[in-house]
Protein backbone atom coordinates (compact mmCIF):
# COMPACT_ATOMS: atom_id res chain seq x y z
CA UNK A 1 0.00 0.00 0.00
CA UNK A 2 1.26 3.47 -1.06
CA UNK A 3 -1.11 6.01 -0.61
CA UNK A 4 1.66 8.13 1.11
CA UNK A 5 4.00 7.64 -2.12
CA UNK A 6 5.66 11.18 -2.43
CA UNK A 7 4.98 12.43 0.55
CA UNK A 8 7.64 13.17 3.47
CA UNK A 9 6.91 13.06 6.87
CA UNK A 10 9.10 14.44 9.88
CA UNK A 11 8.04 12.43 13.26
CA UNK A 12 9.48 13.40 16.43
CA UNK A 13 10.08 11.18 19.41
CA UNK A 14 10.26 8.83 16.99
CA UNK A 15 12.79 6.10 18.49
CA UNK A 16 10.21 4.49 20.67
CA UNK A 17 6.51 3.96 21.63
CA UNK A 18 3.88 5.50 19.41
CA UNK A 19 6.69 7.06 17.95
CA UNK A 20 8.51 4.51 16.62
CA UNK A 21 4.67 2.62 15.51
CA UNK A 22 4.06 5.97 13.56
CA UNK A 23 6.62 6.37 11.96
CA UNK A 24 6.79 2.32 10.39
CA UNK A 25 3.26 2.63 9.70
CA UNK A 26 3.82 5.84 7.29
CA UNK A 27 6.97 4.52 6.21
CA UNK A 28 4.77 1.55 5.03
CA UNK A 29 2.57 3.32 3.04
CA UNK A 30 4.98 4.91 1.05
CA UNK A 31 6.00 7.96 2.92
CA UNK A 32 9.67 9.10 3.46
CA UNK A 33 9.93 9.09 7.03
CA UNK A 34 11.94 11.36 8.89
CA UNK A 35 12.55 10.58 12.81
CA UNK A 36 13.86 12.71 15.08
CA UNK A 37 15.09 12.90 19.03
CA UNK A 38 17.84 13.48 21.14
CA UNK A 39 19.38 9.97 21.43
CA UNK A 40 20.63 8.56 18.20
CA UNK A 41 20.83 4.77 19.16
CA UNK A 42 16.74 4.24 19.34
CA UNK A 43 16.14 6.53 16.10
CA UNK A 44 18.50 4.11 14.21
CA UNK A 45 17.53 0.87 15.71
CA UNK A 46 13.85 2.15 14.39
CA UNK A 47 15.34 3.30 11.55
CA UNK A 48 16.90 -0.32 10.74
CA UNK A 49 13.62 -1.53 10.79
CA UNK A 50 12.41 -0.05 7.43
CA UNK A 51 14.36 1.17 4.41
CA UNK A 52 12.09 4.52 4.23
CA UNK A 53 12.91 5.84 7.47
CA UNK A 54 16.00 8.51 8.47
CA UNK A 55 16.84 10.21 11.58
CA UNK A 56 18.16 13.32 12.65
CA UNK A 57 19.18 14.31 16.30
CA UNK A 58 17.44 16.90 17.76
CA UNK A 59 16.23 18.28 21.07
CA UNK A 60 12.68 20.09 20.50
CA UNK A 61 12.87 22.44 23.56
CA UNK A 62 15.81 24.21 21.81
CA UNK A 63 14.71 26.31 18.75
CA UNK A 64 17.53 26.00 16.57
CA UNK A 65 17.93 22.93 17.16
CA UNK A 66 14.37 22.40 15.86
CA UNK A 67 15.43 25.29 12.90
CA UNK A 68 18.35 22.27 12.08
CA UNK A 69 15.71 19.13 12.49
CA UNK A 70 13.98 20.74 9.40
CA UNK A 71 17.12 21.92 7.05
CA UNK A 72 18.10 18.25 7.53
CA UNK A 73 14.56 16.75 6.61
CA UNK A 74 13.72 19.30 4.26
CA UNK A 75 10.08 20.56 3.35
CA UNK A 76 7.59 17.76 5.02
CA UNK A 77 4.21 17.47 4.48
CA UNK A 78 3.32 15.69 7.22
CA UNK A 79 4.82 16.86 10.79
CA UNK A 80 3.99 14.70 14.06
CA UNK A 81 5.03 16.32 17.21
CA UNK A 82 4.90 13.10 18.99
CA UNK A 83 8.01 14.09 21.44
CA UNK A 84 6.58 14.35 25.34
CA UNK A 85 7.45 13.11 28.48
CA UNK A 86 5.73 12.65 31.73
CA UNK A 87 6.10 13.20 35.85
CA UNK A 88 3.98 12.81 38.70
CA UNK A 89 3.60 14.38 41.75
CA UNK A 90 0.91 16.16 43.90
CA UNK A 91 0.76 20.08 43.04
CA UNK A 92 1.88 20.85 46.41
CA UNK A 93 5.27 18.85 45.78
CA UNK A 94 5.30 20.28 42.23
CA UNK A 95 8.72 22.01 41.68
CA UNK A 96 8.86 24.25 39.57
CA UNK A 97 11.79 22.96 37.97
CA UNK A 98 9.57 19.95 37.33
CA UNK A 99 6.66 22.39 35.99
CA UNK A 100 8.54 24.07 33.67
CA UNK A 101 10.20 20.82 32.00
CA UNK A 102 6.80 19.71 31.48
CA UNK A 103 5.95 23.19 29.68
CA UNK A 104 9.20 22.53 27.69
CA UNK A 105 8.46 18.87 26.40
CA UNK A 106 5.24 18.85 26.00
CA UNK A 107 3.96 22.05 24.62
CA UNK A 108 6.91 24.48 24.11
CA UNK A 109 8.46 21.27 22.10
CA UNK A 110 5.16 21.10 20.26
CA UNK A 111 5.08 25.06 19.58
CA UNK A 112 8.76 25.26 18.31
CA UNK A 113 7.84 21.72 15.96
CA UNK A 114 4.78 22.68 14.39
CA UNK A 115 5.73 26.40 14.02
CA UNK A 116 9.03 25.80 11.70
CA UNK A 117 6.52 22.95 9.69
CA UNK A 118 3.94 25.72 9.16
CA UNK A 119 6.99 28.24 7.73
CA UNK A 120 8.61 25.57 5.58
CA UNK A 121 5.18 24.28 4.31
CA UNK A 122 4.04 28.01 3.45
CA UNK A 123 2.67 28.54 -0.33
CA UNK A 124 2.26 25.00 -0.47
CA UNK A 125 -1.60 23.21 -1.03
CA UNK A 126 -0.98 20.38 1.09
CA UNK A 127 0.33 19.26 4.37
CA UNK A 128 -0.75 17.79 7.77
CA UNK A 129 0.16 19.14 11.13
CA UNK A 130 -0.24 17.05 14.17
CA UNK A 131 0.14 17.29 18.03
CA UNK A 132 0.17 14.56 19.81
CA UNK A 133 -1.79 15.54 23.02
CA UNK A 134 -3.86 13.45 25.38
CA UNK A 135 -6.81 12.70 27.32
CA UNK A 136 -4.95 14.44 29.72
CA UNK A 137 -6.05 17.57 27.80
CA UNK A 138 -9.48 17.07 27.68
CA UNK A 139 -9.96 16.24 31.45
CA UNK A 140 -7.93 16.18 34.57
CA UNK A 141 -5.88 13.89 36.35
CA UNK A 142 -4.62 14.05 40.11
CA UNK A 143 -0.77 14.33 40.61
CA UNK A 144 0.23 15.35 36.91
CA UNK A 145 -1.07 18.69 36.99
CA UNK A 146 2.61 20.42 35.18
CA UNK A 147 2.05 17.88 32.42
CA UNK A 148 -2.26 18.13 32.41
CA UNK A 149 -1.50 22.13 31.86
CA UNK A 150 0.93 21.22 29.01
CA UNK A 151 -1.48 19.02 27.34
CA UNK A 152 -4.31 21.66 27.50
CA UNK A 153 -2.05 24.14 25.98
CA UNK A 154 -1.66 21.99 23.20
CA UNK A 155 -4.96 21.64 22.51
CA UNK A 156 -5.26 25.48 22.48
CA UNK A 157 -2.30 25.90 20.13
CA UNK A 158 -3.66 23.67 17.53
CA UNK A 159 -6.79 25.16 17.46
CA UNK A 160 -5.76 28.15 17.18
CA UNK A 161 -3.17 27.64 14.38
CA UNK A 162 -5.84 25.15 12.45
CA UNK A 163 -8.14 28.64 11.99
CA UNK A 164 -4.98 30.50 11.16
CA UNK A 165 -4.50 28.19 8.12
CA UNK A 166 -8.18 27.16 7.58
CA UNK A 167 -7.85 28.50 4.31
CA UNK A 168 -5.17 26.97 2.94
CA UNK A 169 -4.83 23.09 2.17
CA UNK A 170 -3.18 22.74 5.60
CA UNK A 171 -4.98 21.12 8.54
CA UNK A 172 -3.97 20.94 12.11
CA UNK A 173 -5.16 18.65 14.42
CA UNK A 174 -4.35 16.57 17.72
CA UNK A 175 -4.82 13.38 18.80
CA UNK A 176 -5.88 12.59 22.27
CA UNK A 177 -5.05 8.51 23.41
CA UNK A 178 -5.91 7.65 27.09
CA UNK A 179 -2.84 5.50 28.65
CA UNK A 180 -0.92 3.65 25.88
CA UNK A 181 0.74 0.61 26.42
CA UNK A 182 4.55 1.92 25.54
CA UNK A 183 7.13 2.61 27.51
CA UNK A 184 5.67 5.90 29.09
CA UNK A 185 3.23 3.95 30.71
CA UNK A 186 5.71 1.26 32.11
CA UNK A 187 7.44 4.47 33.87
CA UNK A 188 4.02 5.39 35.69
CA UNK A 189 3.00 1.60 36.26
CA UNK A 190 6.68 1.78 38.26
CA UNK A 191 5.90 4.96 39.88
CA UNK A 192 2.51 3.45 40.94
CA UNK A 193 4.04 0.15 42.51
CA UNK A 194 6.84 1.92 44.13
CA UNK A 195 4.17 4.21 45.65
CA UNK A 196 1.53 1.97 46.73
CA UNK A 197 3.11 -1.62 46.83
CA UNK A 198 0.75 -3.10 44.13
CA UNK A 199 2.58 -5.58 42.16
CA UNK A 200 3.01 -4.80 38.15
CA UNK A 201 -0.52 -6.57 37.48
CA UNK A 202 -2.63 -4.55 39.42
CA UNK A 203 -0.52 -0.73 38.62
CA UNK A 204 -1.78 -1.89 35.15
CA UNK A 205 -5.06 -2.78 35.63
CA UNK A 206 -5.49 0.22 37.70
CA UNK A 207 -4.49 2.50 34.83
CA UNK A 208 -6.46 0.22 32.35
CA UNK A 209 -9.74 0.83 34.77
CA UNK A 210 -9.61 5.08 33.22
CA UNK A 211 -11.17 3.64 30.03
CA UNK A 212 -14.68 2.28 29.86
CA UNK A 213 -13.08 -0.56 27.66
CA UNK A 214 -10.68 -1.59 30.90
CA UNK A 215 -7.86 -1.68 28.43
CA UNK A 216 -4.92 0.46 27.53
CA UNK A 217 -4.82 2.22 24.13
CA UNK A 218 -2.48 0.17 21.35
CA UNK A 219 -0.13 2.72 19.57
CA UNK A 220 -1.56 1.14 16.57
CA UNK A 221 -4.56 2.68 17.08
CA UNK A 222 -3.39 6.12 17.12
CA UNK A 223 -1.00 5.59 14.02
CA UNK A 224 -4.71 4.62 12.51
CA UNK A 225 -6.55 7.87 13.33
CA UNK A 226 -2.97 10.10 12.04
CA UNK A 227 -3.10 8.05 8.55
CA UNK A 228 -6.84 9.08 8.19
CA UNK A 229 -5.75 12.54 8.92
CA UNK A 230 -3.67 12.25 5.87
CA UNK A 231 -5.72 10.33 3.08
CA UNK A 232 -8.29 11.84 1.01
CA UNK A 233 -11.74 12.72 2.47
CA UNK A 234 -9.98 14.12 5.48
CA UNK A 235 -9.54 17.87 4.31
CA UNK A 236 -12.29 19.27 6.43
CA UNK A 237 -10.78 17.49 9.74
CA UNK A 238 -8.77 20.13 11.14
CA UNK A 239 -8.56 22.50 14.83
CA UNK A 240 -10.16 18.99 16.08
CA UNK A 241 -8.91 17.31 19.43
CA UNK A 242 -9.57 13.36 18.48
CA UNK A 243 -10.05 11.13 21.43
CA UNK A 244 -8.64 7.88 21.25
CA UNK A 245 -9.92 6.18 24.62
CA UNK A 246 -12.11 3.62 24.94
CA UNK A 247 -15.30 5.90 25.25
CA UNK A 248 -12.82 7.96 28.37
CA UNK A 249 -13.68 11.21 26.69
Same mark, same amino acid.
Given at each position: ?????????????????????? %? &? @???? /?????? =? *????? !?? #??????????????????????????????????????????????????????????????????????????? %? &? @???? /?????? =? *????? !?? #????????????????????????????????????????????????????????????????????????????? @??????????? *????????????????????????
Amino acid at each position: MTQLAGRRALITGGGSGLGADL %A &L @RFAD /QGAEVW =I *AGRRP !AP #LQATAARHPNIRTVTADITDEAQVRAMFDAAGTCDIVIANAGASESAPLTRTTLASWQQMLDVNLTGTFLTLREG %A &L @RLKG /QDWGRL =I *AVAST !AG #LKGYPYVSAYTAAKHGTIGLVKSAALEMVKTGITVNALCPGFLDTEMTDQSVANIMEKTGKTDAEARASLAAMSPQK @RLIQPSEVSSA *ALWLCSPGSEGITGQAISISGGET
